[in-house]
């Protein structure tokens, strides 16, 4: 084969394996700070991925695209491919020049029973969208439209900022932005996340009633070189 016809930088995989529903239902009910804070704050998307729906969160098996900048024939194709509750993340090289998807695309999604798109890269029909519920994230705004030539990717191993998604991997998300976990990971993460939450209702119901102990913080001080005058 050619370089030209080998099919690196252009396919269509198979997913192998994803996370399973109940899986998903149970992690639906955390807030992405929580789990991010069980996975010691070492998994970000980066604070340019941010909501532009109207709100709400979301979790779901990542069925995965990477595309040229600007390009968005793959994101179709992955739209097609898509199952129920999927969520769709497209590695768009984080370029703002051309967007990716707009309302029609959002319309289709939603259609498809998706349920939720993250895009490193641009949106437009920015109101249409900012208007409706369905969770679309993405990097950034802009009127140009995209271009429907390829290459791209489906399915393949993706990285947004630093956060690597791999097809099937869970993904979640909230007004504070966007989470992957390790398909294999969920379980023992959910545990621990999920005791992390009922510990922070505690403090918070403490802290409701003026209960809370605050003697922490002074003896965090008293480690430190701070000076008091």
Known sequence: MTEETHGWGFRVLKRLHKVDEAMVELFRQLPVAIVSDSMSRMA???SRIR?????GSFAGPALTVKTRPGDNLMVHKAIDLAEPGDVLVVDAGGDLTNAIIGEMMAAHAVNRGIAGIIINGAIRDS?????????VYAAGVTHRGPYRNGPGEINVEVSIDGMVICPGDLVI???DGI???PHGDAGALYAVAAAKKAEEDVVMAKILKGANDRSWVDAELACTLCRFT
């Open 44 to 46: 970000a998307g980066g």
């Open 51 to 55: 909501p532009m729906h109207a709100g």
């Open 127 to 135: 109101k249409a969208i900012g208007e409706a519920s369905f969770p």
């Open 173 to 175: 998300g909230d007004d």
């Open 179 to 181: 989470l992957a976990v």
